[in-house]
Every structure is written in C-alpha cells, then in structure tokens.
C-alpha cells in the first residue's frame, strides 16, 4: 500500500505512516491508542535516553499513585480548571451480575466515600508526599521524576499527539529559593534541547514563552519548538519555574538556614509520547518512517538473495564472521547530558517466503538505517552491496569495509538527519518587518518578528492569521540596522520573537 | 529507631523495614502505595534485569489502554468472577464548580454510555487487538509484553505484597499449537527461576499447581515458591497455559499450513511490585535491609574521617585514583537469561553535619554491600577499612588491592546470599510420612509429603493446618526407600509435593 505523499495530504499521510510502520493505532477505548511493538520499540530507546540525562542531572524517579482524590483538586482553584473538569471520575468499586442474567452491571451499593479521578497530571498528589518529606533545608531541593500514564478526556484525538492516555515523565522538584528553582527550569529545558538535537535529530527554537501563554501558576515557561514538515512549530517539551503556589495550597514549608519558615518554590516539566509526533513529523519521507539511528529499533538488515537452502547457507557461513562481530558490536551516541552505549541492533531477512523486492519496501517503510545486499554470485569477489536508507546511495564494498565503518557510517547518517531538519528550519524562516509581508511568509515557515510585548497584539495577529508566539528566542534572531519596533502597532520592541502556527 | 526484631515481630518488622530504608509507603488514596526513590531505584533494576532476560527470549513490549470497556468482561464468564467484581469503575467524565460555589462535584450529565473499568489485569483488551493481528499461522507466535500498572480492590492492603495499584508485567502470547503454547509457559518459569536465583539470591521450589489451584482458565500453572524468613512460602510468580479459551472468547482464530481454521492458544504470566516483599522478606536481617549486589542501588559507600575541611580534601585526594577508577567501572553479573553490565554506583559521605556513627547506621540499614572508611592518620600507611555489610567482616587493605578486589567481592556477595537462602530453605525443609509429624513440622518451614492428588486431601488439610500444596516440583524431592503413599488417606501418590503456609 503506497504512503499518501507530503505533497498530497499531510494528515491523510502521517495517519497512513503510523498505521503502516506499525507503530501504534485506535483501540476500542475511544482515544486510547493501543502502541504497537515497533512503536513501543523506538519509545523505550527515547525513554532510555531521557533517563539517564535526569540521572546524570541528580534526579530520582519514584512512583505515586494512579488516582487522585477530588478534594485535592479543589487545593488550587486553577487547577481544577486547567485539566480536572474534563477527566476520568472513579465513582464505583463493585460490579454485580445483572438481574436478567446477561452480563454485569455497576453495583449502586458499591459507591466511592469520595471519588477518585484517574490522574490527569500528578502535582497534587506528589505535593501531598512532599508536604510530609520536607521540614528543613537540608530536604531540599528534593528533585523527583515519575515515567507513568497519565488520562485526559480530549475531544479529538490524535494518535501520539492528542490521545486521552498517554505516557509522559513528568518532574516535580521541590527548592529553597526562588533562583534555585528557576535554574532547574533552565537547565531542564536545555537537556531537552540536548536531546532533541543529538537524539532526535530536529534542532528546536528554545526559550521562554510570552507571559500571556505560561503554563497556569507558572512565573516562566520555558518551551522547545522544532519545525516539522508541513511548517507548523511543535511545543514539544516545557519546563516550568512555578513560585510558592503549590507549597501555600499544599501547606508546604520548610526552615531555612536562618531558622525562618519558608514556602517550598516549584520548578516542574515534562515530556510525553508526543515526542513520537515529533519524530515522525520532523522527518519522514514520502517513502516511510526516518529514523535517527540513535532512536532507531534496527540499525541493520541483510538481505541475502539466495534461490536454495544450500545457496543461503553457503551466504551465511560467508558472513559470519561479520554476523559474530555485529552480536559483539556497542555503538556510543554522545551529548551533553548522555553518552549511550547502545547494542547494535540487526536482523537477517532469510525468509523464504518473501522476495528481496518486499524485503527492501518493509525496511524502507520501517526505516532501518543500513541495509546489506549480498548475492550467491558476488561471494567470490567478496563484495556486498549497502545500502544507505537515509541517502538512497548503494555502495559496493567488501565486509571489511563495511566492518570497520558501520559505526562511523551510523553516526553520520545521525548528524546528516539533524544537518536536514536544521536546514530545513533555517530555509523556511523569514525576518519580517511588515504585518502584510508576515501574513504571506507565516503559511510558508517560522517568520522572526518584531512584537510590543502585549497580549492585545499577539491576540490580534491570532485572530487575524491562526499563528501564535511559539518562543522568545534565547539567541538573537535580528537583521543587521533592525528597527527594533513591532511589525503593527509601532510600539518599541524588545526583541524579534518566533511566531509560527502550530497544532 | 530501631527496626523490631525478627524473633519479636515479623509483621511489625517488615513494616519498619520499609518506612525506614524510606523503599515505599502508604498514600492518601486508600490501599495506593507511593513507591520512594531508593525502593523505585530497586524495582527500576529488577524490571531491567527481567526485561532483558524476555528480549533475550525474542519478546516484545507493546502498550494497551488503561481502560476496559465493561461489555469486554462479558466475554469470558470466568474472568468476570476473578478479576472484575471488585473493580476501580469509571462512570462519569466531567466536574463541575458545585452550586455552592464550595468546590468540584461530578457532572450527572457527563456520563459515559458504557463504563470503563480501569484494567485489574489485561488480557481482554489485548486479545482484542490479536483478533485484529493474527489471521495465518504466519502471524504466530505473537510473543507480546506489557509493563504497567494495575488496580484491584484489595480489603486488606499491604505495601508490595497486596495493594490496590501495583506495578507489573504482563505477558500473553498466542500460538498455533498447545504443546508450543506450554512449551512457552514452561520456558518463561525458568527464566523467572533463573532470576530469583540469579539475581533476587533466592532459591525457589519450581514447577506446577496441582489441577485444583491453578489460574482459572489454565491447563497448567507453572509457579517459583521461595522461602521467606518466617518458613512461608511467597507465590512470586506464575506461568500459565492456557489453551484455547481466549481465542475462543474473542473469536481469534488463524489459518493453519493446512489451510484450515483453527483457534489459536494462549500462554500468560507475570511478576509484580511483589518481588519487593520477596526480596525484604528473603534476605534482610535485624540491622535492616540485605540486597543482592545485582540489584542494590549503590554498591560502595566512603566515608572519611575528618576535622577540618583541608584533613577532607587531603583524603579526597588520595583516593582520586580510585574515585575515578570508580566512575569507569562496570560489573557484569551474567545467568542463563541475562548479562547485566551495571556500573558501580558509590557514593562519598562526606557530609560535615552527621557523624561518622551515623553514616555507618543509614548505609547499615539501608544495605550497601561495601563500605570503606578512610581515616586522615592512616594516609601515610596507605591503608583503607573495608567493611563487607553481608558478613559484618572488616578488613585493613590498601587502596589498590580493594580496587582489584571489588568486583569479585560483590560478585561473592552475591553468590554468599543466594547461598544462605538455599541454605535456610534446606535447613527448614522436612520430608514427613505421618499427619502428626506433618502438624509439628509445617509451622516451622516447608514439608514434602505425598500426596493422593485429590482435592478433598489438600482442602482437609488446609482447613485444619492452613498449609497448602505449593507446587508439584519438577525435582525428585524423596527419601530412599520411600512409601509412595498419602500420609492421610494411604491412597497411591505419584510424587512428594510441597506444602507450606503462604500469604
């Protein structure tokens, strides 16, 4: 079945990507995604990697509880607004056989004291533990992570964008000072740039959003925003710096060093399965999943084209001192925050059933980064034929070669992704001074514009164009001799700001 | 504080085990655990060790919904009594502010068409997908794993032995074949033979359920029964063949090389949070915690002896040699299923304001397998106190024999305590030939008996003993010139089984 292209329809075709790859799909829940063993596959290795940069930053990870009693929700006002009123409510905790005979029903004696709603988010319950955890400074900055599924009721949903559950880390740490908190913030959002760039190969715009568009309670949020494909920005992962808020509505204090009690400041973030969007928005072609070889569940197939069992015998006695080495083989991805010593992964398409024509299409789809060809006839010459997924090149070489630099090659292709989407992002960004020059430009990229720091002026522009202020940059995005006023009203401008659409 | 006794009081014992090693506690939702970061830190490396161990077994992780449709549990009668009656049911989807302006109530007009239990166990939604993958026997074995959450109304709850949530794996795989399909259940028992044994250091009694204690729906049910410190034995986890049940229920049915329909087979098992109890009650003694190297959190603990901040700096920099050793070390604990390279993880309690005392208590009672301590005087003999937490034994050695010698010492540790619990367990095991002998000997460890394989034997005497048949081993466990006999009704039996109290 042919992937619907870019170019014809890109909804039609990210659908037809995630179904094909087998990467996740609807199931009889309405909004729960069933996420298929291939999916699973490339969401372990982002899991992976994500943790160790939380360890390696001195977070822990711990576990609290699925369900959230709704008192806790009324502990902050804002809260209950922001993601309780649309949620899972526990009400019952029985089933009974029903009268007739045919099949069970809720049993009414059976009801909650108090219901429970399935977590749309944690901060209640984990601040719940902190408020018995903390007493003196020396508790802090207690900074914990829990990896867990997490329930909103969403009207349309979105397989890995928007789905009703989803799977997400979500940090929660406790500080003494203000600055303290803000720095995790900062830092956090910067090993989420860290991995964006070396692990999923995209290059985001980072930095802090408009104060109109922080997350509730927050004094910052920090956001990264890649460019996909179809142009639109991605608010793929944020952090927070959040204040006292929830230290005063959980009653959460602590004693300083001057023997004074204190509120608790808040710094949290996150990211979800959304990366999986993503990843696969960033980067896919018109012919299957690409994936950066770091992410990716297979680096390498071997396709032998064989016509008897003796032939394909006689190819895999040729290879196996390659296929010995390949079962020894490490391959190290590094970065600021992780160096991940990953097994090389491969997988020998032998079967019999199959024809080299479907094998090649199925590795294409799926992405795997590397491909080997190898006939009967060419073992005496020694030579293989690699195939480059990323390039579409088709090299001869001999085992040795390609032995000696699978790694390197591996790692190119990872830099090569990263090289694209950042190339991609660069070719599609406009410098804008106009607000008629800004409605044409804002269809086709990211466009840098001049903004007077009201909410009524990026209101306005919204109304008028669906595209919103993704990020002020932390780099400075300016022209040279820049008129440093906003693109409508005129108003001085402190600085140019990322505007895009999004999803 | 100190931990209660093991002679004093076991249940009040384990619960000051896990409130002081700070492993795990109660929540503010009844019967919900919050797992703390150093207990997640040791359920974090048994879920890597297993979850190698089933990738190595040519398994897959794939991810359901949380939520199970009502109508789902219809299908399968059984599975209604077993896991469904006493349930987390999600009835409604929206709060709203209350008319009082006092809080959220649950909207009576949010109310879903068909309720949603959150899952007690999964297979129902999951075989609903298998209907949808599996069509040839091209499709089998599906060989399919999920780590996740789950909830069950528990009455009397008890952190990681019995909770409402709990976190686990599941695994259900469909085959063409029923010898294929027990065949799997009998491998997968074996892998979690070899890591109790390999890497929990227990030693359980393995192999099958007596017909009238099996899972419901199974053919067999394959079990490890380790011996806990108070003689009882723990169900740590099970295997399960299973038949035809589910294909049938859910109408899976696959086309044999014959080309024929046939209903495919089912094989299931898991482990749970559970573990962690078998762990806490295996292996620890009065002092606190004993975890086995493979699985403890930090493996190396310094503590230096210090007055001033130059004394801490001058020790500091003559262990740097080491310390830095330390941060490139990696340790390899290997089985049948598994080989795990973990770096060592050591920490330098250097802290200023706790004393010496009570750095050794907390790493005491929390169980770090070695710790050194570094006094300022002995610098210039260039000796170093190696105290091995397992055998209490403190040893004078030089800087570089312990750094030759460490990976072997906590490899012996390992091996010390797996020991020891064989040990127990054989010291503590009868083989009984009269009922009279068997009611002195039951309460103090496990007992083989012969058995007449009738259920009316093993229900008298649970009644009048509270001891069950644990399982039918798949080793000889006889006495020379044994009398294959019942010890109660003097009818044949074909074996000696195990008896024990459980939980």
């Not at 001195?58 to 502990?75: D, E, G, R, T, V």
């Not at 009974?96 to 004291?113: C, Q, T």
């Not at 490490?330 to 398409?349: G, Q, V």
Request: glycine share 2%; aromatic share 12%.
């Amino acid at each position: 079945m042919a992937i619907t292209t870019r170019a014809e329809d890109y909804s039609a075709r990210y659908n037809d990507l995630v179904q094909q790859a087998e990467l996740a799909e609807n199931s009889s829940v309405r909004g729960c995604m069933v996420i298929r063993p291939y999916g699973y596959a490339i969401w372990e290795n982002i899991h992976d990697v994500l943790d160790q940069m939380f360890k390696n930053t001195w977070h822990q990870n711990a576990y609290f509880p699925l369900f959230i009693p709704k008192s806790f929700l009324c502990k902050e006002a804002d809260h209950v607004e922001h993601f309780a009123k649309e949620c899972a409510i526990v009400t019952h905790y029985r089933l009974k056989n029903s009268e007739n005979g045919n099949g069970v029903v809720v049993d009414p004696e059976a009801k909650l004291e108090e219901e429970l709603i399935v977590r749309p988010t944690s901060e209640t319950i984990i601040w719940d533990s902190y408020k018995k955890w903390i007493s003196s400074y020396r508790d802090l900055p207690l900074l914990l992570n829990q990896w867990a599924n997490v329930v909103r009721r969403e009207m349309r949903t979105r397989i890995f964008l928007r789905s009703a559950e989803f799977l997400r880390q979500e940090w929660h740490t406790a500080h003494a000072t203000a600055e303290e908190a803000n720095a995790e913030a900062m830092k956090m959002i910067d090993v989420y740039r860290d991995f964006s760039e070396s692990f999923l190969a995209t290059a985001p715009v980072v930095w802090r959003k408009p104060a109109h568009d922080r997350f509730a309670w927050a004094l910052e949020t920090y956001t990264i925003e890649p460019m996909m494909q179809d142009f639109k920005s991605l608010q793929a992962g944020t952090s927070h710096f959040l204040g006292q808020n929830f230290g005063k509505a959980f009653d959460v204090q602590f004693t300083n060093e001057q023997n004074e009690l204190e509120y608790v400041r808040w710094s949290s973030w996150g990211v979800s399965t959304r990366l999986m969007w993503n990843l696969i928005m960033a980067h896919s072609d018109d012919q299957g999943l690409v994936l950066p070889p770091a992410l990716a569940p297979i680096h390498l197939a071997i396709v032998p084209i064989f016509k008897t069992a003796e032939d394909l015998e006689e190819i895999k006695s040729f290879l196996k001192p390659l296929t010995d080495k390949l079962d020894q083989t490490y391959i190290t991805f590094s970065s600021k925050y992780a160096e991940m010593r990953k097994k090389l992964t491969w997988k020998m398409d032998d079967d019999t059933q199959k024809s080299p024509g479907w094998k090649f299409h199925e590795r294409e789809l799926k992405w795997v980064p590397l491909r080997i060809t190898i006939w009967k006839r060419d073992l005496e010459a020694w030579k293989i034929e690699v195939f480059t997924r990323a390039t579409w090149e088709k090299v001869q070489m001999t085992v040795e070669e390609f032995s000696t630099n699978m790694e390197k090659m591996l790692l190119d292709i990872q830099l090569l992704l990263l090289q694209k989407n950042k190339s991609f992002r660069e070719e599609h960004t406009y410098y804008v001074d106009s607000y008629d020059e800004f409605k044409e430009k804002i269809e086709k990229g990211f466009v840098f514009a001049h903004w007077d720091g009201t909410a009524e002026t990026a209101e306005k522009i919204q109304e008028e164009t669906k595209a919103t202020i993704r990020c002020i940059p932390n780099e400075w995005f300016v022209k040279q001799n820049d008129k440093w006023v906003d693109m409508i009203s005129w108003k001085p401008s402190e600085c140019r700001v990322l505007f895009a659409k999004s999803y």
